[in-house]
């Protein structure tokens, strides 16, 4: 039963932004992704002309590494060159669920593999920041006794940042 509710890959096309009357073909197309579920929630240009893409991962395999505790869905996102060609994947979370939203905002409601502690909601707001290869510099987490997800993260000229979120808490630093 689960393959009927099963995506198996994500697709992403690479088209110029060329301005044209019909829309002009693809440059590339390619899948990435494993063989459970995999799904995008975002993604944003890079300064050397590639992309990031930023969702979750239920898979073990195929494009994305495996993680010893992934019970459940694991944050991923995916660095690719203006080809479209993976020059890395990260994965990050525990045995809960984690997702990202935005790169990189979301979701966690583990407390283990790595996951920095949090509020025992049902999810918390979880960001990380990570380096240009994808290694986490840091992390951190907000919510309460509710449901606490990141929506959305925007980067300031200042190193600061402005999330949206969404809240049923009304308690722990929410």
Known sequence: MRNLY???????????NTVQAQLPPPQW???YGGSDV???FAIKFTTDGGT??????DSKDG????QSNREYWDLWILK????????????FGGTGYESARD??????????GGVVAGYGGTKD???????ATGNLLWQKRYGGSGLDIANHIHLLTDGTFLLTASSSSNDGNI
């Open 6 to 16: 099963q995506l198996t890959c994500l697709l992403c096309f690479c088209i110029s």
């Open 29 to 31: 197309a390619l899948k």
């Open 38 to 40: 995999d799904i995008p």
């Open 52 to 57: 990031v893409i930023a969702g979750y991962t």
């Open 63 to 66: 494009d994305v590494s495996p």
């Open 80 to 91: 690719l060159d203006r080809c479209g060609n993976i020059q890395w994947e990260k994965s």
């Open 103 to 112: 790169v990189i905002a979301g979701e966690t409601n583990s407390t283990d």
């Open 125 to 131: 707001i979880w960001i990380l920041k990570i380096n």
